[in-house]
């Protein structure tokens, strides 16, 4: 139950905006300058606060970003990291999955692979309580849907 507190100092949400905008490159221009600009939301604000955020990581890698714009024209935004089929190509070397997953493999991945990017991703927000290993079954199932191979060790 929410305090008396709480419930007085809400502000009215607008909208909530969902892009996904390469790391380090959040610019006025399209995608994110429409998106914003219609609840005329500070562009250059969410820009240096984007980039400051993502600075970490790689140029051009795709991030997900959930804005949260009030009625006063003010926001809040969260940054999740890289969604898993981005990890997974990036981990095969690959441009995209298999055609027929299921019928033709595209690439092979270790178990150590899928490890690594359940570590990555144990730090997204929807991901800080599940366990590691229940993170790595589902990027194995990420995997079998993308045509990727999950092998114990890579020969």
């Not at 144990?122 to 366990?131: E, I, R």
Request: glycine letters at 6%; hydrophobic letters at 35%.
């Amino acid at each position: 139950m929410s305090t008396l507190k709480e419930i007085l100092t809400r502000r009215p949400v607008a909208a909530t905006i969902r892009l996904t905008v390469p790391a380090g490159g959040a610019r006025p221009a399209p995608p994110v300058g429409p998106a914003l600009g219609q609840y005329r939301l500070n562009l250059m604000a969410f820009c240096k606060d984007f980039n400051a955020r993502t600075q970490k990581y790689k140029p051009d890698t795709p991030m997900a970003v959930t804005i949260t714009a009030f009625k006063d024209n003010t926001f809040e935004f969260t940054v999740k990291s890289p969604s898993v089929t981005w990890y997974l190509k990036k981990a095969a070397g690959i441009e995209s999955g298999s055609s027929r997953p299921g019928h033709v493999i595209a690439t092979t991945l270790s178990v150590r692979h899928i490890y690594e990017i359940a570590k990555i991703k144990q730090s997204d927000p929807y991901c800080q309580y599940m366990s590691l290993e229940s993170i790595c079954k589902s990027i194995m199932g990420t995997a079998n849907t993308m045509g990727i191979k999950v092998v114990k060790d890579l020969d």
